[in-house]
């Protein structure tokens, strides 16, 4: 029997894709999509160089900014030098708008340091890297880590200013600054300069503390004591107790006759004066350089010492020497000092004069301006120059030596007491004191060879014996005068008696006289009656009272 012929295959073509390729094709594009938003979302990749990785590990250790994550270490590994390490971390988007290279990073750990304490927080929550972001600069992925946390990040309201002192003292990173004993801004950052004569200070200044910084402003070390020993004394200055321990700058702004200033922009460069006075002092450009000759001692006067005029200081001691004359075999001490003539207020036009004309020197110098030592402290002992009048001086000129004009020096006052009472014990030493010390010695043994002499002897003892007569003289007088005289005495008294009676108001004495008393007054009155009669009738002398009548 044949075999039945095989069915055959026909081929259909289908009108419409079929439903089984649905799913992968949804499961295609899901992913897809996921695959570009996480693309799009993701951000730069950055790597930041390390001294160290302590603290942080990849997958883990997240990348923050004001506490808000804004990325993740991806993948530790150690440089090629060996020097440190290299940490890569996936940012999220937009980060790169901030990624330049002024932008900082640190590692955020417990740090405790004299000036500060920070990163606590991260004991329970780990060490993770912050960032401080910046828009300005060049846009960069490759970054330095800092060693330390800055001390002022960029968002922190504020001014930035840059002191150049010879060196950085006991200041330090986190250092305080003052105004007026408040504190308003730390020291950010300090660097020596690349020919290492001198050291870069950043100081921070808050809002609104900083609109208190002019272009005139004096800054100055406040660290620790400030001890300084001159002729107007001891001073001690300290800003506060925190600045003894982490040291401190301050400033302020001079109040002078000159205006203040603009206010003072920012990076702008300052000096750093070792302390207030430096800071408050004037700076004047003018300085003239005299010198001075001094034979006496000069001990206490040291370099620095005030010169004074009227009690105003013009100046200062520069140096001092010690000079031998060979031709006179005697020392000398030159002082050289320096006046500012600036410090002296005069009239419009005259300071010129001051300054530069010689001929005015001449004229204070003939007036009696002289050079002197004075004891500025007298529990320190020392010295300053005065430059004062002293007209009774002896007359003096200016001279020259080394290039240098010589204004001419009166002794100190206590040369002048050294001096007299040199001139005193001279004329003591030429006294004749000897002489008189043997002429007092020979009156001396005459005197008592005169008293140790036989006569001188009987007559004390023959002025012995007419005292003891007299004593007894008086014995005898006492006993027989003393009765009589009272005797006397007691008729005195009786006598005394008698004449009051008689003299008395009621005596017949007082009656008498108040009689004989009228008798005189009525005879005065007669008399002058007859004178003015005889006045009127001078005739009558001649004819008699009644001669005139016919």
Sequence with gaps: MPAAPLPEARVVKADRISLVWLLPILALAVGGWLAYKTWSEQGPTITISFKSAAGLQAGKTKVKFKDVEIGQVSAIRVTDGLDGVEVEAQLTSGSEHYLTDKTRFWVARPRV??????????????????????????????????ADPPVITTDEPGTRFRLRSPTLGSLNLGSPVYFRHIQVGQVVNYELDNDGGAVTIDVFV??????????????????????????????????SLLSLVLGGIAFDTPRMIETKGAPAS??????????????????YLNKQRYLMLFSGSVRGLSVGAPVLLHGIQVGEVLDIQLRFDPDRLGFSIPVLIEIEPERITVDEGVERALVNNSDLLKQLVASGMR????????????????????????????????????????????????????????????????????????ILASTRGLVDSEQTKQALTDLEQTIADLRSVAGQLDATMAPELTRLLRQADQTVANVNGLIGPDGPLSGETLRTMRDLGAAARSIRTFADYLDRHPEALIRGKGGMQR
């Design 371 to 442: 050079g002197q030592l004075q004891t500025g402290n007298l529990l320190t002992g020392q010295l300053y120059v005065d430059l004062d009048f002293h007209p009774d001086a002896p007359s003096a000129t200016l001279g020259k030596q080394g290039g240098y004009t010589v204004l001419p020096t009166v002794p100190a006052p206590i040369e002048a007491v050294t001096t007299k009472v040199k001139n005193i014990l001279a004329e003591v030493d030429a006294f004749p004191l000897a002489q008189i010390g043997d002429d007092l010695t020979g």
């Design 113 to 146: 340091t004299a000036s500060q304490v920070s990163g606590l927080e991260t004991l329970l929550s780990g060490a993770y890297i912050a960032i401080d972001p910046v828009t300005e600069g060049q846009s960069t992925r490759h970054f330095e880590g800092l």
């Design 266 to 283: 920012a990076e702008q460069f300052f000096p750093l004066y070792p302390n207030r006075r430096a800071a408050h002092e004037r700076i």
């Design 206 to 239: 808050t809002k609104p503390h900083d609109r208190l910084v002019f272009v005139n402003t004096r800054f100055w070390n406040a660290s620790g004591i400030d001890v300084s020993l001159s002729a107007d004394g001891v001073t001690v200055d300290t800003e």
